[in-house]
């Protein structure tokens, strides 16, 4: 019993800036690591950017120096920032992360997806 809620995908010119919110609810304990992914057509889903509830992250090669991970744990809240995004960052984003519910069940839950579309 637990949702990701997905916001900030939208489109936007190459060179610009958006950013990506990932709200977690339901009967959360606490969070353990969260990520992005992210599918383009004719492509298989691929590990973005992922953060541990410490803050330790990791980032795919093609992403780094562009866009940072962060979360705020007190909001149960992931985020995305992406900046001077190219035309192959075009894709549909999609929020997971590992969730400890109040069962102390470990739930790995999945947002909708959102597309961000990078135009050139």
């Known amino acids: 019993q637990v949702q990701l809620v997905e916001s900030g995908g939208g489109l936007v010119q190459a060179g610009g800036s958006l950013r990506l919110s990932c709200a977690a609810s339901?009967?959360?304990?606490?969070?353990?690591?969260m990520g992005w992914y992210r599918q383009a057509p004719g492509k298989q889903r691929e590990l973005v950017a992922s953060?541990?509830?410490?803050?330790?992250?990791r980032y795919a090669d093609s992403v780094k120096g562009r866009f940072t991970i962060s979360r705020d744990n007190a909001k149960n809240t992931g985020y995305l920032q992406m900046s001077s995004l190219k035309p192959e960052d075009t894709a549909v984003y999609y929020c997971?992360?590992?969730?400890?519910?109040?069962?102390?069940?470990?739930?790995?839950?999945w947002g909708q997806g959102t597309l961000v579309t990078v135009s050139s």
């Open positions: 953060i541990t509830r410490d803050g330790y992250t």
């Open positions: 997971n992360a590992e969730v400890k519910i109040v069962t102390f069940r470990t739930l790995d839950a």
């Open positions: 339901g009967i959360i304990f606490s969070i353990n690591a």
